[in-house]
């Protein structure tokens, strides 16, 4: 039970069988968990965090890349330059979380 408490367990979407939260597939039905490459991050906290503090690479600390967040308060994103690439991706639907999966979802 306590390691429901953590977050490491979530409920199957097909069955509400108790499952790890990383796994891709339900052993037990074998009903997909979350869409392969699809990130869990939201685009609404992206954007809104990109339009207020994009010059700060806030936006980027959010999706977990914190490299290049770092090099954005640095360079002021980019001298605004590379805000507003940013800003343009997360509108589109181009922006990718830390491993490589776009955000798909507004909320």
């Known amino acids: 039970m306590s390691a429901v408490m953590d977050g490491s367990m979530v409920y199957c979407r097909g069955c509400g069988k108790q499952l790890h939260v990383t796994a891709v597939t339900c052993p037990q039905c074998g009903a997909p968990q979350q869409a392969a490459g699809v990130s869990d991050k939201k685009i609404l906290p992206a954007f809104l965090l990109c339009f207020f503090l994009g010059w700060l690479g806030v936006h980027r600390f959010y999706?977990?890349?914190?490299?290049?967040?770092?090099?954005?308060?640095?360079?002021?994103?980019?001298?605004?330059?590379?805000?507003?690439i940013d800003f343009i991706m997360i509108i589109v639907g181009a922006f990718t979380d830390k491993s490589g999966r776009k955000l798909t979802q507004w909320v």
């Open 63 to 84: 999706v977990g890349k914190i490299g290049t967040g770092i090099l954005q308060i640095i360079t002021f994103g980019g001298l605004g330059i590379w805000y507003l």
